[in-house]
Structure formats: C-alpha cells, structure tokens
C-alpha cells in the first residue's frame, strides 16, 4: 500500500503514523513530500488555538475515488513543554489517521492507536495521578480509541497488579534483579532470545558462569553498601537449567551469600521453560534454595508443532516433569503457551487448552506468536504457514473464556510489534499466585538491574521516573570478555541515580 500524507511538515510525524500503518497493512511505503502513484491520498489539518487542538483528516483512495473524513478535538490547557504540546498533537493526529483507515478497511485496532509496549502503564499513570476510574475509562476511550473491551481488561489487570503489589507505586528505592543464562538444549525457530546450544560448550559455560559470579558478588556489594532492598529477582535466559545442578547450586549459593536479605526477597523465580532440562537433581537444588516459583513451558500439546518449532522435547516429557516438580514440592508453576504456532488453528489450541486443564499450573502465560526480526521462523516465513488474524482473534478470546472459567484472573500484559493480529500477549495466574517480577517488568515502577549474559538493565530515577537502558552483551564470548568493565558501568549509573558521593574506588 502505498500512502501519501500532506499536510505535515514535521518529520516527527512519520514514525508514529508509520507504525499505524503497520497495523493495518503487511507492506506499505509513506512519504509526507512526495509519492508517485499514491493508493491513498491523506490530507490532514491541525491547529492549537486557545487551547484547543483539532485535527482533521481526508482520505481519497485514487482507484476508488472514495473520500472518508475525520475529525478530532481536545482541551489541552495542561501541558508543561513544548515537547508534551506535540506529543498530544501527534496523538491528535494519529488519531484521525486511525478513524480513516478503520472506516476504509472495515478493520477496528483493539488498542486504537496505541503502539507501544505496556498499555496498562497509560492507566496506572492516571490513577496514580488521582484521576478517577471514570475518567480514566473516559479518557482511554476518546483519547486513543481503545475498545471497552481492551479497557476492562486493563482495568483488571491493574486491580490484580495493586492486590498483589499495594506498594506498587513506592518500590522506586528498591531493586529487582534479571540474571540471563544464555543456554538452551537446542535453538527454538521462533528464537531471538540470546540461547546457544549448550552441548559442547562447557568450557564457554564455565567462562560466562565466572563473569555471572562476578558480577553477583559486585552487585551484592553494592545494594548491600547502598542499602538497597531486593523486590524480586528472576533467572531468565535461555533457559537457567541448561547448567548442571552443581552448577546452579552454586549460583544459588552464591545468590545467598552476596545479595542482602535474601530471605526478604518478595519472589525467586527460575525458569525451567525446557522440559528436557528438568531432573530431579536440580529440582532438589531449587528447593534447597527456596526458589518460590518456576516456568515449564509446552507451548503447544501437539507434537507435530514442536518439531515444526524445532523443541526437541516430547509432549509426554512436559506433562511428566510438571508433575515431578509438582511432587517434589514446587507449588508455583508457570506454564507458556503460545497462539498461533506453524500450523495450528482453533482446534489445536483448545487441545492444548483441554491439556493444561489437567495439570492446571498456578500460572499461564499466553502469547500471540510475533514474527521478531532475528528469528529462524521469521528469515524463513514461507515454510512457516500461521492462522490468519480472525482465527488468532477467536483463539485469543477462547483463551480469555478458558482461563475466566478456570479461576484464572489475567494479571499483566504487553504488546509486541508483528504481533499476529495486533494483540497481546497476556499472563494469567490463580488468585494470590501473580508474579512480583512480571508487574515489576512490566509496570515499570522500579529498576530492574541485569546481569549475565544479554541481560537488559532498565534504570528508574527514583525521583524523576525517567528510563535509562544498559545491555550487557549477547553472546558468552562477548561478554567473558567484558563483564568487569560492564559491571563498572552498571555500578556508575547506580551511584549517580541513587546519589551516592563519586569517592567509591
Ligand atoms: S527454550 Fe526459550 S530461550 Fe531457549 S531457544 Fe527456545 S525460546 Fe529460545
């Protein structure tokens, strides 16, 4: 589709409306200057007067002639910069620029013209900025175009995020910890996580768990000099268990001597997401250390589809080692499974439905498959043959009906780009059973400090609220070489947000 928009100047304009775009076609060109043969024409009006921004959009389809109008209006007299007065220009704007292409296409976004990652941070934002639930609602509405739907879900999310964490709002001057271990059995198609093949690597394993170690003990120090409390830490990767039990018994151990408090840790989570990695070796070193919750991840109970997706570990493997780490005490299980997988449509996903509800862990996490860049499945679309965006709607809602029906309540949420169907990927959990690290991931309330290998950190000034980002690196051999002066790097930005005097040596 090739679109041609006049009537905006300002280049500012182009990557938000860009990314609209994208929600309603696979491929697309846009120009704001020039554009030969044009499938659609938008001109659009805006204007900032006595407080008032209106916008204005008129779409021609050239093969057609169809014209389809849009208009928009909002008070703004509140707004501290020039910066926040484009901000709600472009989202004015936008917003016209959605009401054309849903009246053309007959498509309506769930999410308006929400692009970004954490819809939920918008509401949480307004409540704890005293708006009432009302207005709130009101606002997400006329503001963005959200459907009522996709607002009560928000809603609700935000109601079990507040019962779980009351002092969500007031944990800017705690920490939580991500630790990636950058491992796995074999390589899933779907894959951008950093996740080498564990198999002949142990001399790299060795190395990168040195640098881990390292820079848990430097950390440890630093929260400990400084302080600061841990909300919650998580072990991601790849997955944690590729290492030997030795291996994380000593991570583990090294956890407790280095970090503050640990007993005061809110949740301990590793993710155990192979069902190939789980012996009961290492299940006895996850309880030895009260590691409080776990993930084992199907993805899908059709056996096919794991091969599609190159999982080489079997159905039954999954149902069994959920149940040995059920009988060996672990009591808070997640489990992902994923829509829309190579294959699969309504039925194969209501199969994989009527499977969980057998084992019915405490937790469920539901993505939508997303076509990320770096992926396998992604270099490779063709072979992959996926539902189209009805069918991923129905097993989306059938997925919410399950989980309503099975006692789960949804608890956070967060949108991909090329996420099939423009949805969400959402994690459900029994009452009482929500993950601390996932609110804390994905509300954005407090920073979250990486380590190991590919592990994001995310700075929070506990004043400002402002995001700074710092990755360490992908790839094992990268970061053996690095991890010191990343872990140097780390510890300055620290002591800069949580004002320590520069004397440290
Ligand atoms: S198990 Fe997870 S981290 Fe490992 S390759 Fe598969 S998707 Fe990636």
């Not at 198609?189 to 002949?200: K, R, S, W």
Request: proline share 4%; charged share 25%.
């Amino acid at each position: 589709m090739r679109i041609l928009l006049t009537g905006l100047e300002d280049e500012r304009f182009i990557r938000p409306l860009q990314l609209i775009t994208n929600l309603f076609y696979e491929e697309s060109e846009l120009s704001i200057t020039t554009l030969e043969h044009p499938d659609l024409i938008i001109h659009f009006i805006y204007s900032y007067e006595s407080s008032v921004i209106t916008s204005y959009a008129k779409l021609s389809e050239v093969e057609t002639g169809a014209i389809l109008e849009g208009t928009f209006q909002k008070d703004i007299s509140n707004f501290d910069t020039e910066k926040e007065l484009f901000k709600q220009i472009k989202n004015a704007v936008s917003l016209v620029y959605v009401k054309v292409l849903q009246d053309l296409t007959g498509v309506i976004q769930p999410w308006g013209l929400l692009t970004g990652v954490r819809p939920t941070k918008l509401l949480h934002k307004k409540i704890h900025a005293g708006i009432s639930r009302e207005d709130a609602h009101k606002q997400l509405k006329e503001d963005y175009l959200i459907t009522e739907e996709k607002i009560e879900l928000m809603q609700h999310i935000v109601d079990r995020q507040l019962t779980m964490v009351p002092d969500l709002y007031k944990l800017q001057n705690e920490v939580s910890i991500y630790i990636g271990i950058p491992f796995c059995p074999t390589k899933c198609a779907y894959c951008t996580f950093p996740a080498y093949a564990i198999n002949g690597r142990q001399g790299s394993v060795n190395s990168f768990l040195g640098g881990l170690h390292y820079e848990m003990r430097e950390m440890g120090r630093w929260l400990k000099e400084n302080n600061i409390p841990i909300t919650t830490v998580y072990y991601g990767g790849g997955t944690p268990t590729s290492i030997s039990a030795e291996e994380m018994d000593m991570l583990y151990e090294e956890m407790y001597q280095s970090f503050p408090n640990v007993q005061n840790i809110r949740e301990i989570t590793v993710e155990a997401g192979r069902p190939d990695t789980i012996t009961p070796e290492k299940l006895e070193v996850l309880k030895k250390w009260n590691i409080d919750r776990i993930s084992i991840n199907p993805q899908s109970y059709i056996q096919e589809t794991l091969k599609a997706i190159g999982r080489h570990h079997t159905v039954e493997e999954t149902i069994e080692k959920f149940h040995l780490a059920r009988n060996m005490g672990m009591n808070n299980i997640n489990m992902d499974l994923i829509i829309g997988l190579p294959g699969e449509g309504v039925e194969e996903f209501n199969y994989t439905l009527s499977e969980t509800e057998k084992l019915m862990p405490e937790s469920l996490t539901v993505h939508t498959l997303s076509f990320k860049r770096a992926s396998e499945m992604t270099r490779n679309k063709d072979k992959y043959k996926v539902a189209d965006r009805d069918e991923i709607t129905e097993m989306m809602n059938n997925a919410s009906a399950w989980t309503k029906d099975h006692g789960y309540v949804p608890y956070y949420l967060y949108r991909m780009k090329n996420i099939l169907g423009n949805l969400e990927n959402v994690g459900y959990a029994l009452p009482g059973q929500e993950s601390i690290y996932n609110i804390m991931i994905m509300e954005e309330q407090q920073t979250i400090i990486g380590l190991g290998c590919g592990a994001a950190s995310k700075f929070i000034d506990p004043r400002t609220g402002k995001i700074t980002q710092f990755a360490n690196p992908k790839d094992p051999k990268s970061y053996n070489d690095s991890f010191m002066e990343y872990t140097e790097k780390k510890i300055k930005i620290l002591d800069e947000l949580f004002a320590v005097p520069s004397s440290r040596s």
